[in-house]
């Protein structure tokens, strides 16, 4: 369950579905976009990344989409397995050096 | 070791006490980061080396907080005099490349650390 001060958004699906995820990020001169999956008590795994020179860049089960002119990204997970469920952050890369995460979405799988 | 390893797991501290919390890279990555994460949120930077050399500390909060890479490898992050905000989860992650936008982040699982 949630916690005091958890609040982040929450996409429930039903196990088979595709998801999709969103996330708005801020500088428009962020070149470089990565999406992490985070479980309870681990850090953030990497799941894949796109440059901005690219709008659309596809994985093993999970496409992300960016979309510069409103600066937006998107996750895009085909057959969603119990096992995905998690908190979702999109990161952009500034000035080379660091990332900025956005503040997350929390996927519940319902099978 | 086959990832980044965070030690220890969970710190419990008293307020006023100094801590150091340690991370172990993955063996010949070249840049280290620090990240803090409250709960519910997302991790913000705190610090980034490059080898031994701390190029970024932009994010540290407070002259409270210390980071430091004597040898390129291991990192230890001290927080002096804790605070009850500083409770929070402290992240380390390591990459390969030089610069961020050239790879991806390898995340240890973190220290959470509580201050009473």
């Known amino acids: 369950g949630e916690s005091v001060g958890l609040h982040l958004p929450t996409l429930s699906v039903q196990e088979g579905d595709n998801s999709i995820i969103n996330c708005a990020y801020s500088n428009s001169a962020s070149d470089y976009f990565i999406w992490y999956k985070q479980e309870s008590g681990k850090g953030p795994q990497f799941i894949i990344d796109?440059?901005?020179?690219?709008d659309k860049r596809q994985g093993q089960r999970v496409t992300v989409l960016l979309n510069k002119t409103v600066k937006h990204l998107s996750l895009q997970i085909a057959a969603t397995q119990p096992g995905d469920s998690a908190v979702y952050f999109c990161?952009?890369?500034?000035?080379?050096?660091?990332?900025?995460f956005g503040a997350g979405t929390i996927l519940r799988v319902k099978s | 070791g086959a990832g980044v390893s965070q030690s220890p797991r969970y710190k419990v501290a008293k307020r006023g006490q100094d801590v150091a919390l340690r991370c172990d890279p993955i063996s010949g990555h070249v840049s280290l980061f620090w990240y803090q994460q409250a709960l519910g949120q997302g991790p913000e930077f705190l610090t980034y080396f490059q080898n031994e050399a701390q190029l970024d500390k932009s994010g540290l909060p407070s002259d409270r907080f210390f980071a430091e890479r004597p040898e390129g490898s291991v990192s230890t992050l001290k927080i002096q005099r804790t605070q009850q905000e500083d409770s929070a989860v402290y992240l380390c992650a390591s990459s390969g490349q030089l610069r961020t936008g050239r790879g991806k982040l390898f995340f240890g699982s973190g220290t959470q650390l509580s201050v009473l």
């Open positions: 796109i440059r901005s020179n690219m």
């Open positions: 990161a952009e890369n500034i000035n080379g050096n660091k990332l900025v």
